[in-house]
């Protein structure tokens, strides 16, 4: 039974790039949430979806940044035109969105831009 | 607005202490209580969680206490041991909705 999966797992921008954030929940679960962990800080929530909808973005910045679910497929949390403050881990966990809720990390993506 | 404080920071105590750590809440329509570990490089994984409605709650070497009244829980680690240094979340939640405190990081020297 895998657990929650990232990728990729290490991944280099220039400034102004694109980067993209892949996340697979764990098998049965319809909720995945997003979080941003800086060195020597703690997990910072971005935004939570269920499949095709976005339920709480509440954490997101409001340029430049966005996520989706779909379907089909994994979770994307999308950062246009990068900064160098965009360099951090990215935690994606997921749920089944049953209520009280354990919640499953990955890994994680540790964005560098250079 | 932090939605869960945690204390302290850090923490380093000898091999076969007892580490404490701290958190405390406002919001009293939380109703599950997760502590996660994570070590450099991982994503936290989940150790040990209590509901509102039991006092203390023991997994092995690890304790919830937890103070309704005082809206306070806490982490007890017993008989540390070097591998458990790594740093430890506590977190609040309501149905789908999580906060996460800011993390202790816990070294155990040898």
């Known amino acids: 039974n895998a657990g929650v999966m990232q990728n990729p797992r290490h991944l280099v921008r220039r400034r102004g790039q694109e980067a993209r954030l892949r996340c697979s929940p764990m098998?049965?679960?319809?909720?995945v949430y997003w979080y941003r962990q800086l060195p020597e800080e703690g997990l910072k929530f971005m935004v939570y979806?269920?499949?095709?909808?976005?339920?709480?973005e509440s954490g997101m910045p409001k340029e430049r940044f966005s996520a989706e679910f779909p379907k089909e497929g994994p979770s994307i949390l999308r950062i246009q035109q990068v900064v160098r403050g965009d360099s951090a881990a990215y935690f994606c966990?997921?749920?089944?969105?049953?209520?009280?809720?354990?919640?499953?990390f990955g890994s994680g993506t540790q964005l560098s831009v250079l | 607005q932090q939605q869960v404080k945690q204390s302290p920071q850090s923490l380093i105590v000898q091999k076969g202490g007892i580490p404490i750590i701290n958190c405390a809440y406002e919001?009293?329509?939380?109703?599950?209580f997760p502590w996660y570990q994570q070590f450099p490089g991982k994503g936290p994984a989940l150790l040990i969680a209590?509901?509102?409605?039991?006092s203390e709650k023991k997994e092995g070497r690890f304790t919830i206490s937890f103070n309704k009244s005082a809206k306070q829980f806490s982490l007890h680690i017993m008989d540390s041991q070097p591998g458990d240094s790594a740093t430890y979340f506590c977190?609040?939640?309501?149905?789908?909705?999580?906060?996460f405190g800011t993390g202790t990081s816990l070294t155990v020297i040898p």
């Open positions: 966990a997921s749920s089944r969105g049953t209520g009280r809720e354990k919640l499953f």
């Open positions: 098998k049965g679960h319809s909720h």
């Open positions: 979806l269920q499949k095709e909808n976005i339920i709480d």
């Open positions: 919001n009293t329509a939380f109703d599950y």
């Open positions: 209590i509901r509102p409605d039991v």
């Open positions: 977190a609040a939640s309501k149905g789908n909705q999580f906060y």
